[in-house]
């Protein structure tokens, strides 16, 4: 991997281990192409394809932990039986909605003396609770949220705040812009 920031073309994989620990390392496109090369899909902490991240470890820690079954702010971290990443916001008395984490965004970080990382939880909501209600018409919904983590404590922007994505992966015009 390239330093701090990392190079525009990688992005940082989290994957649920079966010993409950979440783990990441760098994906990265093959050279000269626009596919996803499958090496980078397994962690190599050494040799031609070393992908871990050693020095920007600090930046993407604190989601690896979070994910361990945190709550804060409100808000439950966790990574169901399936192995998928969610986030469960209290709606009301009785009533979770969760959010099935499928891509985190970092837009912005800073090191040194109080390092910080923002950027948009992308998902897809899922109701529980008595009153959970059924999908309409089979359509797949695709929601972001601003985050930040600061002093080891996330900040996640509440659900009036939500923007809703036109497609699986956000759009290349827009998408970008923090409040």
Aim: glycine share 8%; hydrophobic share 40%; net charge positive.
């Amino acid at each position: 991997p390239s330093k701090m920031p990392p190079s525009p073309m990688q992005a940082v994989m989290y994957c649920a281990r079966r010993d409950g620990s979440v783990d990441f390392w760098f994906i990265k496109p093959e050279a000269q192409s626009r596919t996803l090369s499958t090496e980078s899909l397994h962690r190599h902490p050494v040799g031609k394809f070393r992908n871990v991240a050693l020095r920007s470890k600090t930046f993407f820690a604190p989601l690896a932990k979070l994910f361990l079954g945190e709550t804060h702010l409100g808000h439950y971290f966790g990574v169901d039986a399936s192995g998928r990443a969610y986030v469960e916001d209290r709606v009301k008395e009785g009533r979770w909605r969760r959010l099935l984490v499928y891509f985190i965004w970092i837009e912005s970080w800073r090191g040194g003396r109080r390092p910080f990382l923002e950027g948009k939880l992308c998902f897809q909501r899922q109701e529980t609770g008595a009153e959970a209600k059924a999908p309409q018409s089979g359509r797949r919904l695709f929601y972001a949220r601003q985050y930040r983590i600061q002093d080891g404590v996330i900040h996640l922007a509440p659900p009036a705040e939500e923007e809703m994505l036109p497609a699986l992966m956000p759009p290349a015009i827009g998408f970008q812009e923090m409040v």
